[in-house]
């Protein structure tokens, strides 16, 4: 067996164990209520809100059945994903993304520094993207561009715009959780026709840490290939993240200072392509407490 490629290599403290947690106390959340034909109870409403509410807070992920979604759509995305990933490299790349191109065919991708192993397609619910051309801050430019459609398979032109953050896995699974409780690496086990939702930074950040975006990734399946179809919910690119004003007082006061989302978002996208010599922005960079360190350890080094 040959050694291998020091791109997709993690380091120490990153590399999945042999032995992992399997599914134990990840949320499975029923929203039927929602769809109730008798129209929507509002206790039952009022319960399932605080339901997420905790889930969020104890996980930051959970899963949802009976959602609605009908499940000849997600087969049909499905059948066309497959049909996609299954054609030569040369066909898929007519249609790969790059730094100009924000969205289509990807299979360099990377994730802190380390080399993704997998293949993706990217598209937006939108017709058009709109995306900061840097994250300079003086810089005004906001080009447009647009997705890039495969001539085969036409069905993947299909597409159903959402307001969640969700993921769709096959039976395959491979998926981890970093329980938040005791850092243990949990595996989220597939549930038939369930959605998967997870906290992202933006609402830790709006919630002024209330509900927490905890670190996941996936375990690589030597024996089969995984499907995955996740919806990234993005606000507009001009929107300036912080702490909601609602979730804010002299009691708790904000932990994030502003900042703009398309610029933050153009900054991550950068590493997408290539290894970087430093980490590339988190959002713990925003973070109040880490610019009152900054001003104190300067401090100290100028009173010596």
Avoid at 172 to 199: H, M
């Amino acid at each position: 067996m040959g050694e291998a490629d020091e791109a997709f290599v993690q380091a120490l403290g990153h590399r999945p164990k042999l032995s992992i947690t399997e599914d134990e106390g990840i949320p499975l959340i029923d929203l039927s209520p929602l769809s109730s034909p008798n129209g929507a109870n509002t206790k039952h409403i009022d319960d399932l809100v605080v339901e997420i509410g905790n889930a969020c807070k104890t996980w930051g992920f959970f899963q949802v059945i009976n959602h609605g979604v009908p499940l000849e759509k997600r087969q049909k995305v499905e059948d066309a994903m497959r049909k996609f990933f299954a054609q030569p490299l040369e066909e898929k790349r007519k249609v790969r993304k790059d730094e100009k191109k924000a969205v289509g065919y990807y299979d360099n991708e990377h994730t802190k520094n380390v080399r993704d192993w997998k293949e993706v397609f990217d598209f937006v619910a939108d017709k058009r993207i709109l995306m900061a051309a840097s994250h300079e801050p003086e810089d005004k430019e906001v080009p447009e561009t647009f997705n890039q459609w495969p001539d085969y398979p036409p069905e993947l032109r299909h597409k159903d715009a959402g307001a969640l953050t969700v993921l769709a896995q096959d039976d395959v699974g491979g998926l981890e959780v970093k329980r938040k409780s005791d850092g243990e690496w949990v595996r989220v086990k597939p549930t038939p026709d369930a959605y998967i939702i997870n906290v992202g930074d933006i609402i830790q950040v709006w919630s002024n840490d209330a509900y927490e975006s905890v670190e996941h990734r996936v375990m690589v399946n030597s024996e089969k290939e995984r499907f995955s179809i996740p919806f990234f919910f993005f606000p507009s690119h001009y929107t300036m993240v912080k702490p909601l004003d609602e979730l804010t007082n002299e009691q708790n006061p904000a932990k994030y200072r502003a900042y703009s989302w398309g610029k933050f978002l153009t900054t991550r996208k950068g590493s997408n392509f290539k290894k970087l010599d430093v980490e590339n922005v988190q959002i713990y960079h925003f973070r109040v407490q880490e610019l009152a360190d900054k001003l104190e350890r300067a401090l100290s080094i100028n009173s010596k």
